[in-house]
């Protein structure tokens, strides 16, 4: 059974940071490039960042481009989300994903899931 656990998320304000993680387990963490979506109040998912399965690779949206950073350590099957100069914008639930395809911006490529969890940056 694949299992996808988010932790990390919370309340900040502007211009702080934030870090979470997502556990993994039932996959073969380090075949999967893995993805932080995120999806904020009436709005749809938006795709954030993905990382490939080494972690030689990874592609960020524009909107956080510079401020935040994915890492992986496939010795502890998780993934990570540096998020820095934190804006009230980045207000959403956060979700990783794991996909066996090279890494996408399309949420539909990711077959698995977390759970999501929120991070409310405060103005």
């Known amino acids: 059974q694949v299992q996808l656990v988010e932790s990390g998320g919370g309340l900040v304000q502007a211009g702080g940071s934030l870090s979470l993680s997502c556990a993994t387990s039932?996959?073969?963490?380090?075949?999967?490039?893995m993805g932080w979506f995120r999806q904020a109040p009436g709005k749809e998912r938006e795709f954030v960042t993905f990382i490939n399965y080494n972690g030689d690779s990874s592609v960020y949206a524009d909107s956080v481009k510079g401020r935040f950073t994915v890492s992986r350590d496939n010795a502890k099957n998780t993934l990570y989300l540096r998020m820095d100069s934190l804006t009230p914008e980045d207000t959403a639930v956060y979700y990783c994903?794991?996909?066996?395809?090279?890494?996408?911006?399309?949420?539909?490529?990711?077959?698995?899931w977390g759970q999501g969890t929120q991070v409310t940056v405060s103005s």
């Open positions: 039932g996959l073969a963490f380090s075949s999967y490039s």
């Open positions: 994903a794991a996909t066996f395809s090279y890494g996408s911006s399309y949420s539909h490529e990711y077959p698995y």
